[in-house]
């Protein structure tokens, strides 16, 4: 009965993927410089539809969950109410930018509101691009 239990368990876990999102800006770069990773700004604000889409219906995705996870440090920053960078400029929200080590902007913004395969793809072609250019 325990490993019944044990096996049921362990296939749900993957179920309830969350983002791990960074308390702020600056502790994501931070954990970028001890991780290696780069950072994923999510420029959000509280009345943005699409925002809460994002945070509602795509980043609780397992998948997307663990796409984010292991390639990024996410943080999401309020347009109202964060501090931001002068280099990142919201072009609506959400607007996305990957970050690299020490501040330096890698991708181009990504605007707008996609459901999980499309997003996924999207930031996978701007991950690339910082690959190929060894960033």
Do not use: H
Not at 75 to 100: C, H, N, R, W
Not at 101 to 121: E, N, T
């Amino acid at each position: 009965m325990k490993q019944v239990l044990l096996t049921l368990l362990l296939l749900l876990v993957p179920l309830f993927a969350e983002v791990e999102w960074a308390m702020d800006y600056s502790d994501a770069l931070a954990e970028s410089k001890e991780s290696g990773k780069p950072v994923l700004v999510m420029i959000s604000q509280e009345s943005c539809n699409y925002c809460f889409f994002m945070k509602s219906q795509v980043f609780t995705k397992p998948k997307v969950a663990r796409f984010v996870n292991e390639n990024f440090i996410p943080v999401e920053l309020d347009l109202q109410s964060d501090p931001l960078p002068p280099y990142l400029k919201p072009y609506g929200t959400p607007t996305f930018y990957i970050v690299a080590q020490g501040g330096k902007i890698v991708s181009r913004p990504i605007v707008g509101a996609a459901k999980a395969d499309a997003f996924i793809q999207r930031v996978r072609q701007e991950l690339d691009k910082m690959r190929e250019k060894g960033l």
